[in-house]
């Protein structure tokens, strides 16, 4: 059965300094990887995705996220955060060969001044 | 390009009533999706259209939701009787077509938060 974990409730950083939130993930088959963000009281906004091809994908406000197959990870990072990346981040898995878009549990990513 | 829209925003509600959600999605989009977004959680997937007929119904707790896409275009997710557990926030989403929704994005809506008490 697929599932998707992001061990972290909550991360803190300092504004301009570099972001990393986690998503490791189980699937069968070969995955597709996605990360979306929330901001209060609105719906989900897709921010990239992973298909096939380079481990390093590069989405939406600066952000990338690197697949490494060896260790099921598809963390998101931001070289340099924003007070305006505050939000909750989910990271979400598909089986290639069909089946439901699974999310993580989100992690709430809070950026100081 | 009009995004997804929902209504009503909010609901309240007490446990035994009925109520109804409403979503219209991106136009031209086929296939519609429902989510259920409890507090602390990520989405779960509760029913799945292409166009007006149901491509994926199995964790729609079917006792008390029903969800119809009549004219393929927009949809309604009731509840009837209401539950306390059933307090979360629905979200309504759309893609261009079952492939697209598989590789590519889901446009979402901005939710409806239901509170049963």
């Known amino acids: 059965a697929q599932s998707v974990a992001q061990p972290e409730d909550q991360v803190n950083v300092a504004e301009g300094n570099p972001l990393t939130v986690k998503c490791t993930y189980s699937v069968s088959g070969n995955p597709y990887l996605f990360w979306y963000v929330q901001y209060p009281n609105r719906g989900l906004q897709f921010l990239l995705k992973?298909?096939?091809?380079?481990?390093l994908v590069k989405g939406s406000y600066g952000f990338e996220a690197e697949f490494n197959k060896s260790q099921t990870s598809f963390h998101l990072k931001k070289p340099s955060a924003l007070v305006s990346d505050s939000a909750l981040y989910f990271c979400a898995v598909r089986e290639n060969q069909g089946g439901k878009l699974i999310f993580g549990q989100g992690t709430e990513l809070s950026v100081k001044p | 390009e009009a995004g997804v829209a929902q209504s009503p925003r909010y609901k309240i509600i007490e446990k035994r009533q009925s109520v109804a959600f409403w979503c219209n999605p991106i136009s031209g989009h086929a296939t519609l999706y429902w989510y259920q977004q409890i507090l602390g959680q990520g989405p779960k997937l509760l029913i799945q259209?292409?166009?007006?007929?149901?491509?994926?119904d199995s964790q729609l707790p079917k006792d008390r939701f029903s969800a119809e896409r009549l004219k393929g275009v927009d949809s309604t997710l009731k509840i009837q009787p209401a539950k306390l557990e059933d307090s979360a926030v629905y979200l309504c989403?759309?893609?261009?077509?079952?492939?697209?929704?598989?590789?590519?994005?889901?446009?979402f809506g901005e939710g409806s938060r239901l509170t049963v008490l």
């Open positions: 259209f292409q166009n007006n007929g149901v491509v994926d």
């Open positions: 992973y298909i096939t091809g380079d481990n």
């Open positions: 989403a759309s893609s261009l077509d079952l492939l697209a929704g598989r590789t590519g994005e889901l446009f």
